[in-house]
């Protein structure tokens, strides 16, 4: 029964609780599916605590964090409980509290006045009281650690009535964290990796079916979960815990895979499958150790080629058994063995073998080695002579053939095994090595000893046999998983590929998302209304592209329009509406424009834009800056450059703020490496390099009917949007005088509202922009597009960096007074510059510039 929705490739997720990285079954088999026709996602754990997005081959790699949360939260409620058993408990700490509160009750009766000798009594009582406190205390710390220690004991060696949701907390971390990215994935088949997420993909799939869309999931049973070695917090009783999890989730999924024969055989046995799993063995495919690598083994442990070598690679436990090979050192003084650790060298259990080797005077035969890519495994090993897998017996490790075993193979080294069934029975049927009794040193030695006697025809075997390795080569395995595949989605969706992607070459890629309409985000301070001018031009001059505008309320008067406007102690505040922005814009978004300087995200990772970007870059999204004014504008420079600057005073408060400001944000500007964007071109003097993205108005809304300067007294508008730097003091001392004369008529609007500002530049004739920056904004080019005659300082750099002649009336603070007489009086030269301002805005200012750079720069796609 084919389980998908129509349209396009299948679409496969598969998840895993570690970080894919060095998994390279999980990697091997989304390469396998993507060559076959279908659309992979391997979702694994984010172990930086970011989200991150990567590409590898046709393989999309999506890793999320765990919080662990519910693991942390039982362990704190654990550790509560004991304390407070421990403390009802212990008589003698009862008695030390009691004699704490009577010699409390003793000093507050006897008052401030006490005698010496009452002193003296309250000090040798506070002493007294001190030792006994001290003393209790070391005894309790004792006996507790004696009494829990045995209670642990007991009970990690009990496995009855042992429930998952009980004493596995981190499964329902794993549902926290999976659950929610798979409702959001568009996905047909979910394939589980190990034991820990087969709950996660069952109740994802229950779920989905809920609504009404076909689901299945695959169960890949890595290990024998009954038979799970005991080592470290991995006890019996955890162990039967994730039986009880296996057990209750097995029988739900569509299918099941695993690595070996006797485990397929086990599996139905125990949980009365319908049919024998799949078997896919985690094996190499055929010419591994060809890869070309700059070091072998041998070279990195400084080895001449006539040394001795021996070699373990993987994962390093107290069960995996290195330490028999360690301990073998001593009878084999020529030896030398390699250790390649994975995760990497400084674990615990890796840095205990350097102490048994030291202790056992072998520590410079020892050398532990970080792991290489999982591609290059064979040909880092092959120069070594002998390949160990020592584990020890455990239902799990009789049962299983483990990927080193065919590591070892293609690089074309003898192995020398512990006599756990399946690897033995393997190594014995195909002699490419000898087997020696677990954890005994003695019968290592002598095994190692055998081989290295024929080391030549061991290797030649190896070499010389084509067949050897055919029946176990990954090219083999992947052949069961696609009809594993088939009987899920059906024969006609699932292909036989011409050639199979080698892991081999394969490097993870960053994650661009180009696969898609891009979705444009701009936030979070929408100064002016330009981010949603500019989402607005974008969406109507390019097919296709969605954007999204979020604006923080920071209980201004004035509020422009946004697709989110969120109160400011939200945005600063609370942790859950910035997970929840977070977790949908990872999903959803391709391109964000960060405004101002600040984060997108509240301050979930930091104050500023930097605590933003990585976030954002991790899953593929591209990251832009957009800088609107004051909060990049250098006051030092400015007073510097202009006669008329508004940061004149050093001193002045306003000042202060905006240059400490600005030493903080401008040196994280100019190491940012994404495109930066400024909104006039004025800034681009303090930001050399930038893009400037011209202010955006709607024509069609500022037009009016009314023509400019046929009354007998003007109307002059002055809205600044904030008076001390846009000079309103200046324009105060020039038309103040004009409007007493009775020439003008002089308007100051403070806090308009957006939706009142048309008709009040309507029913003006000249507006006063700003007098101290030598720059326009928004409200210049409002009044232009309305036909009316914009008055202000404008420098001609800035003149310049727009093609055309610039309608806005010159004017500095020393000759406002001059200009607006002049206008009132020769209406002529009013009205021509009047006229002009609707043509310079289409060219310039209508949204069309602006979406076409921010097209060509972000490099935004339709559909």
Do not use: C
Not at 219 to 233: C, F, K, M, N, T
Request: hydrophobic share 45%; charged share 25%.
């Amino acid at each position: 029964m084919a389980a998908r929705a129509q349209g396009g490739a299948p679409k496969i997720v598969m998840m895993v609780g570690n970080d894919i990285a060095h998994d390279t079954r999980v990697l091997k088999m989304g390469l396998t599916l993507a060559d076959a026709g279908l659309d992979v996602t391997l979702l694994g754990y984010a172990s930086s605590g970011v989200r991150e997005e990567r590409r590898f081959g046709n393989v999309r790699i999506l890793r999320v964090p765990v919080a662990w949360r519910m693991r942390d939260a039982a362990a704190a409620r654990k550790k509560e409980r004991r304390a407070r058993l421990d403390l009802a408990m212990d008589p003698a700490h009862r008695r030390t509290l009691d004699l704490e509160a009577s010699l409390r009750r003793r000093e507050a009766e006897s008052g401030a006045g006490l005698v010496t000798q009452g002193r003296r009594g309250s000090i040798k009582a506070r002493r007294f009281l001190a030792r006994a406190r001290s003393g209790a205390d070391r005894r309790l710390r004792s006996y507790e650690t004696r009494a829990w220690k045995a209670v642990d004991g007991v009970t990690h060696r009990t496995p009855y009535a042992a429930q998952w949701r009980r004493i596995l907390p981190e499964i329902d971390d794993y549902e926290l964290a999976f659950g929610p990215v798979l409702d959001q994935l568009d996905w047909d088949v979910l394939h589980a990796h190990d034991v820990h997420l087969v709950g996660v993909a069952s109740r994802a799939v229950a779920r989905r079916k809920a609504q009404g869309r076909p689901a299945a999931w695959v169960y890949d049973a890595h290990e024998y979960v009954r038979g799970l070695s005991i080592y470290g917090p991995r006890t019996v009783r955890r162990r039967a815990g994730y039986l009880d999890l296996e057990s209750e989730y097995v029988r739900d999924a569509d299918a099941v895979v695993t690595v070996t024969e006797p485990l397929a055989d086990q599996l139905r046995s125990d949980h009365r499958l319908p049919v024998v799993p799949a078997v896919v063995m985690n094996s190499p495919m055929l010419g591994a150790a060809d890869h070309v690598v700059e070091r072998t083994i041998r070279d990195d442990v400084g080895l001449a080629p006539d040394v001795p070598l021996m070699v373990y690679s993987g994962g390093v436990t107290a069960v995996r058994g290195v330490d028999t090979a360690v301990e073998a050192l001593v009878d084999l003084p020529d030896v030398h063995l390699a250790v390649v650790a994975v995760p990497h060298r400084e674990i615990a259990a890796a840095k205990s073998l350097h102490k048994l080797a030291v202790r056992l005077g072998v520590a410079d035969r020892l050398h532990l080695l970080d792991p290489v890519r999982p591609d290059e495994v064979a040909a880092y090993l092959r120069t070594a002579d002998v390949g160990l897998l020592p584990i020890h017996h455990y239902g799990s490790h009789e049962v299983a053939l483990p990927n080193k075993v065919f590591e070892y193979l293609h690089a074309g080294i003898p192995m020398l095994v512990s006599d756990t069934r399946a690897t033995a029975e393997f190594v014995e049927k195909h002699g490419v090595g000898a087997v020696h009794v677990a954890k005994d040193t003695a019968s290592f030695v002598s095994a190692f000893r055998d081989i290295w006697g024929r080391r030549d025809a061991l290797r030649a075997r190896i070499a010389d046999d084509p067949e050897l390795l055919t029946p176990f080569a990954w090219d083999r395995q992947e052949r069961v998983l696609r009809d594993v595949y088939r009987g899920i989605l059906g024969d006609e969706v699932v292909h036989e590929p011409e050639r199979s992607t080698p892991l081999e070459g394969l490097r993870e890629e960053p994650f661009v998302r180009n696969d898609r309409a891009s979705v444009l985000v701009i936030g979070p301070a929408n100064m002016a209304g330009q981010a949603w001018a500019w989402a607005k031009a974008v969406e109507r001059d390019v097919d296709g592209v969605r954007t999204e505008v979020i604006s923080v309320d920071r209980g201004s008067p004035i509020l422009f329009e946004a697709d989110e406007i969120v109160p400011a102690a939200t945005y600063a505040n609370d942790p859950r509406w910035a997970q929840s922005l977070e977790a949908r814009g990872l999903e959803q978004w391709t391109h964000v424009l960060l405004e101002a300087g600040r984060p997108i995200f509240g301050l979930r990772h930091g104050r500023d834009f930097t605590g933003d970007v990585p976030v954002l870059r991790s899953v593929g999204v591209e990251v832009g800056l957009v800088l609107h004014g004051s909060e990049i504008r250098n006051p030092r420079r400015h007073a510097q450059s202009s006669p008329w600057s508004p940061f004149a005073d050093p001193d002045d408060d306003l000042t202060a703020r905006l240059q400490r400001q600005w030493e903080v944000l401008h040196p994280l500007v100019t190491a940012f490496d994404g495109p930066v964007f400024v909104s006039t071109p004025d800034l681009l003097e303090d930001v050399p390099g930038a893009h400037l993205l011209p202010v955006v108005v709607d024509p069609q809304r500022w037009s009016t009917d009314t023509p400019a300067m046929e009354r007998d007294v003007p109307v002059v508008l002055h809205a600044p949007s904030r008076a001390s730097i846009k000079g309103t003091d200046h324009v105060e001392a020039a038309v103040r005088p004009l409007a007493e004369a009775g020439l003008v008529e002089y308007r100051l609007l403070e806090g308009v509202a957006p939706d009142g500002m048309p008709a009040a530049i309507a029913d003006a004739d000249i507006v006063l922009d700003q007098f101290t920056l030598g720059s326009y904004g928004v409200m210049a080019v409002q009044a232009l597009a309305a036909g009316r005659v914009v008055v202000g300082h404008v420098t001609d750099e800035v003149r310049a960096g727009f093609p055309g002649t610039n309608p806005i009336v010159e004017a500095t603070p020393d000759t406002l007074r001059e200009v607006v007489e002049r206008l009132v009086a020769e209406r002529d030269e009013a009205r021509a510059a009047a006229a002009a301002g609707p043509a310079y805005v289409a060219e310039h200012h209508d949204g069309r510039r602006s979406s076409t750079i921010l097209r060509e720069v972000l490099g935004l796609r339709g559909e």
